[in-house]
Antibody, heavy 121, light 111 residues
Framework: EVQLVESGGGLVQPGGSLRLSCAASGFIFNNHWMSWVRQAPGKGLESVANIKQDGNEKNYVDSVRGRFTISRDNAKNSLNLQMNSLRAEDTAVYYC??????????????WGQGTLVTVSS | QSVLTQPPSVSGAPGQRVTISCTGSSSNIEAGYDVNWYQQIPGTAPKLLIYGNNNRPSGVPDRFSGSRSGTSPSLAITGLQAEDEADYYCQSFDDNLGGYVFGTGTKVTVL
């Protein structure tokens, strides 16, 4: 069974940093692109970043580029998101999601339970 | 600000059929990119319902179906059930953004 378990969320002051982690199990981790998707309170879903199987290709939404860094450790089956210079608008539940490829494009077929990040003074 | 637009809400009585549209532009849906659909029950993680416009993952009931008429994708729920009350999101790739975008979301209410 595919399992994705996020950790690392919490309360942080504006301008602060936080590192999220996602522990993956039940599948061959290094066969898949992986993503972080967030959801602000009462709002919709937003793709934040994703990373290729070998970690050599990364994509970011404009609003986090330069502040967030996605990484993975295939030996430990883990996905990470280093978040710096946090802003109030980064407050959200952050989901780790596995990507599956179909017709040369991705969809997110498995999701973690999410971890809440609150940026507030 | 999402580039894919969905109706904010749809509703129907148990057993009825409802549909949800997803409108995009020339940089995403109109460019021919596939559409995926997700269901999110409040307080829980999203769940994949449909991928590649009209494919159902194993375990998803066949009352959920995706279709695409030209550049107009939609999700249909037939035989609506109380457990289908949730938020539904479409997703596609966008050339301008260079990544995947979600729709604005549609809340389905079972009357």
């Amino acid at each position: 069974e595919v399992q994705l378990v996020e950790s690392g969320g919490g309360l942080v002051q504006p301008g602060g940093s936080l590192r999220l982690s996602c522990a993956a199990s039940g599948f061959i981790f290094n066969n898949h692109w992986m993503s972080w998707v967030r959801q602000a309170p009462g709002k919709g879903l937003e793709s934040v970043a994703n990373i290729k199987q070998d970690g050599n290709e990364k994509n970011y939404v404009d609003s986090v580029r330069g502040r967030f860094t996605i990484s993975r450790d295939n030996a430990k089956n883990s996905l990470n998101l280093q978040m710096n210079s946090l802003r109030a608008e980064d407050t959200a539940v952050y989901y780790c999601a596995r990507e599956m490829i179909y017709n040369s494009r991705s969809h997110h077929d498995s999701w973690g339970q999410g971890t809440l990040v609150t940026v507030s003074s | 600000q999402s580039v894919l637009t969905q109706p904010p809400s749809v509703s129907g009585a148990p057993g009825q059929r409802v549909t949800i549209s997803c409108t995009g532009s020339s940089s995403n849906i109109e460019a021919g990119y596939d559409v995926n659909w997700y269901q999110q029950i409040p307080g829980t993680a999203p769940k994949l319902l449909i991928y590649g416009n009209n494919n159902r993952p194993s375990g998803v009931p066949d009352r959920f179906s995706g279709s695409r008429s030209g550049t107009s994708p939609s999700l249909a729920i037939t035989g609506l059930q109380a457990e289908d009350e949730a938020d539904y999101y479409c997703q596609s790739f966008d050339d301008n953004l260079g990544g995947y975008v979600f729709g604005t979301g549609t809340k389905v209410t079972v009357l």
